[in-house]
């Protein structure tokens, strides 16, 4: 059963705090990815990476970094957290699109982790 | 910008109907579209890919609909359950092409009703 782990599902945190946020895939993906997710505002590409020490801003990246040292895990980095980041924060995964296991470009997700920052 | 938009009300049915949600598209012409299904707390999940090239792809009781004039996928839930009850995701590759990335829209809550 394919899976991608998310290594927190609830964490509270203080403003000015560094967080680490770690994502997991055991399905040899090339891509993977970090999410936000607001009411209203749907999910929003936070950062993508598609190899390993590769990495591409998405559409909210201010705020954040990425690392991604081995091929199966993805960490999203709150430098200084402040109480606007306060989310849900999902991770995916994905083949490259044009091999056999990328043909519909299909995310898998993790659970989530819902960060409170106070 | 290009954009994907579906209703953000949600929508309530009965137990038994049909449930149809829509996801529009404005300023890029999608090669594919996506739908996702999130239960609260979950991360979404996939459930269908549409192609531009197809009109309809059934799987069970889903059916997708990709109409390129309308810009516009219906998704239908056909007898629909309670157990059907989640938010609804659209998705597609944006205007850069299939690059692995995506673009979501906001997503649209069904409430099944017994």
């Known amino acids: 059963d394919v899976k991608v782990t998310q290594s927190s599902r609830y964490l509270v945190k203080r403003t000015g705090e560094k967080v680490f946020l770690e994502c997991v895939q055991d399905m040899d993906h090339e891509n993977m990815f970090w999410y936000r997710q607001d009411p209203g505002l749907g999910l929003r590409l936070i950062y993508f990476s598609y190899d390993v020490k590769m990495k591409e801003k998405g559409d909210i990246p201010e705020g954040y970094s990425v690392s991604r040292e081995k091929k199966e895990r993805f960490s999203l980095i709150l430098e200084s957290a402040s109480t606007n ?10 083949s490259n699109p044009g091999t056999p296991a990328g043909s519909y470009n299909e995310q898998f997700f993790g659970p989530g982790t819902r960060l409170t920052v106070l | 910008s290009q954009k994907i938009e ?7 049915i009965q137990e038994g109907k049909t449930a149809t949600l829509t996801c529009n598209y404005t300023n890029y012409s999608p090669a594919y579209l996506q739908w996702y299904r999130q239960d609260p707390g979950r991360g979404p999940v996939f459930l269908l890919l549409i192609r531009e090239n197809e009109k309809e792809k059934r799987k069970e009781r889903l059916k997708v609909t990709f109409d390129t004039t309308l810009k516009q996928s219906l998704f239908h839930i056909t007898a629909s359950q309670p157990a059907d009850s989640a938010t609804y995701l659209c998705a597609s590759p944006g205007r850069s092409g299939n690059t692995g990335k995506l673009i979501f829209g906001q997503g649209t809550t069904l409430q099944v009703k017994p």
Not at chain 1, 85 to 94: E, F, V
Not at chain 2, 6 to 12: D, G, I, K, T, V
């Open chain 1, 85 to 94: 980041q306060t989310s849900m924060y999902l991770c995916a995964s994905s």
């Open chain 2, 6 to 12: 579906q209703n953000s009300e949600a929508l309530n």
